[in-house]
């Protein structure tokens, strides 16, 4: 089995910064491709941002280049998202990604989601 779990989500005011953890564990016998994706209410799941598993390749959504930065720490097993520069509409709940793969296909592994608020 693989288990990842989010963590530090939270209510803040725009212009704010917000720190999000997710530390992978379970059945992952190498490193894989990781990253954040968030869900706001009424509307689908969308990718905010990537990074390969050496940690040398990020890619962001345009909604926030510029004010997130995705990072990785391997020998933990762990990946993070700072948020700076929050906006109200960056309120969704955030969403930490695996893709593993396994005899040719690649398979999606998700966390259970942290809530972001972003609010005046």
């Known amino acids: 089995q693989v288990q990842l779990v989010e963590s530090g989500g939270g209510l803040v005011q725009p212009g704010g910064s917000l720190r999000l953890s997710c530390a992978a564990s379970?059945?992952?016998?190498?490193?894989?491709?990781m990253g954040w994706y968030r869900q706001a209410p009424g509307k689908q799941r969308e990718l905010v941002t990537t990074i390969n598993a050496g940690g040398e390749r990020t890619n962001y959504a345009d909604s926030v280049k510029g004010r997130f930065t995705i990072s990785r720490d391997n020998a933990k097993n762990t990946v993070h998202l700072q948020m700076n520069s929050l906006k109200p509409e960056d309120t969704a709940v955030y969403y930490c990604n695996i893709k593993i793969n396994k005899f040719g296909s690649v398979y999606d592994y998700w966390g259970q989601g942290t809530q972001v608020t972003v609010s005046s």
């Open positions: 379970g059945s992952i016998f190498s490193i894989w491709p």
